[in-house]
Structure formats: C-alpha cells, structure tokens
C-alpha cells in the first residue's frame, strides 16, 4: 500500500529504495500479529482515569511479583494480571521492564511449577513486543530459560517459548545472538519434530524468522 501510493522511501528509516524494490513477506511478523489478540476502538479510548487505574493496579502486581516473601500463589496472581494489562497497554509493558520485574519473572520460569512458568512466559512475550525490549530481555538471560523450556516443558509452555523466540527474532543482532545459542536451532528442530500442531506451528515461524540469518 506504502508503494502503491507513490511512496519510494522505507517507511521507517525514509532512506530511498531501489526502482523495482524486492519484496519479502514477513512471515514471522504476521504470525506474531495473529496471535496478539487485537483491542478494540472503544478500548483503545477508553477514559485517562481507567488508564490511571490499571497503572496504580500494575504497580502493586509489580510490587508482589518482585517481592521475596510473595508465595508462588500470590505470584500467580500478580502473573496472570499482568500478562492482561501488558498485552493491551504499551505503557504498562514499559513500566513492568523498567521496575526490575523481568528478573523475578525469568526466575519464574525456572520453576518447577508450570502453570507458573506458563504465565511468566507469557508476560515475557507480551514484554518483548516492545522494540526497545528485545534485546535487553536476551541480555538479562532470557535465551537459556527459553531453551531449558524448549526441552522439558509442557506442550503450551514449549509453544510460547518458541513464540518468544519469534518475537526477539525480529531485532536482526538476536537472530546472530540466539542462533549461536548451544541447543537453540536444535530444540525448535526437534520440537518440529515431535510436538503437538501448535509447537510445530511456532517452532516452524521460530526457524524460519532464525534462518533469515544466514549463519543460522
């Protein structure tokens, strides 16, 4: 549409592009888009005073999540409500990434507890859609935890992890980062293998998003 319009420069950097540019649909993108479950117009302008009031909310679950002495079922709790609010709200992702929260859900998804590792999966995903985020999730160590999960997790938890995987996968020095991670390739390769639709669905738009990389 951006061309068709007359357009001959990139939308994002505005630098020009060749007469007959070659075009190359991204697959892992859309498949990152599918899966994001759009807000509504009405949602979207909903008043400042609610927007106010998911963020004073969100500080609390922050304030649960990242404390000592919260059990796993008040984790749980702060979990599961934040993966709501930072799946519709920008802010709130920004404001999560920047409390510290993203250690205390890295060390969730170390449990053995896999409803736990679950939800903290999915607010990592959520976090990483956040450009500004991609690379300092693999940075804090997200990679190992993602591959770990690759392995021995449940059947959802896997077909996040792969998702997550999709999503850094975006930012083109990650795909280098994970790509010469021991195991990374070969976990999604065997989950490609061997697992359920949706893992074969995610670790195939994991591999093919890697592969855009030609080291990988």
């Not at 950097?13 to 070659?22: A, G, H, Q, R």
């Not at 449990?111 to 990592?124: A, D, G, I, P, Y």
């Not at 693999?138 to 059947?155: E, H, K, Q, Y």
């Not at 020095?173 to 697992?195: E, F, H």
Request: with cysteine.
């Amino acid at each position: 549409q951006w061309i068709d319009s007359g357009n001959r420069t990139c939308p994002i950097t505005k630098l020009p592009l060749s007469e007959n540019p070659s075009l190359i649909p991204n697959h892992a993108l859309r498949s990152l888009i599918s899966n994001f479950a759009h807000v509504s117009p009405k949602e979207s302008s909903r008043p400042r005073t609610q927007q106010e009031h998911s963020q004073s909310q969100s500080q609390a679950l922050i304030s649960t999540l990242i404390s000592r002495s919260s059990s796993n079922a008040s984790k749980l709790e702060s979990l599961t409500r934040l993966v709501r609010l930072t799946k519709r709200d920008s802010l709130i992702r920004r404001k999560v990434t920047e409390s510290g929260a993203v250690r205390a859900a890295l060390d969730c998804v170390d449990s053995c507890n896999q409803v736990l590792q679950e939800k903290s999966l999915s607010l990592l995903l959520n976090l990483s859609l956040e450009d500004d985020n991609k690379v300092g999730l693999v940075a804090d160590g997200v990679i190992r935890r993602i591959v770990a999960v690759l392995r021995v997790g449940s059947p959802d938890c896997k077909a996040i992890a792969a998702t997550l995987l999709t999503s850094l996968a975006v930012v083109e020095v990650n795909k280098a980062t994970i790509g010469s991670y021991p195991d990374a390739i070969s976990a999604l390769v065997y989950l490609l293998r061997v697992g359920n639709d949706r893992e074969r669905k995610e670790s195939a738009t994991a591999l093919y998003a890697l592969c855009s990389f030609m080291d990988n």
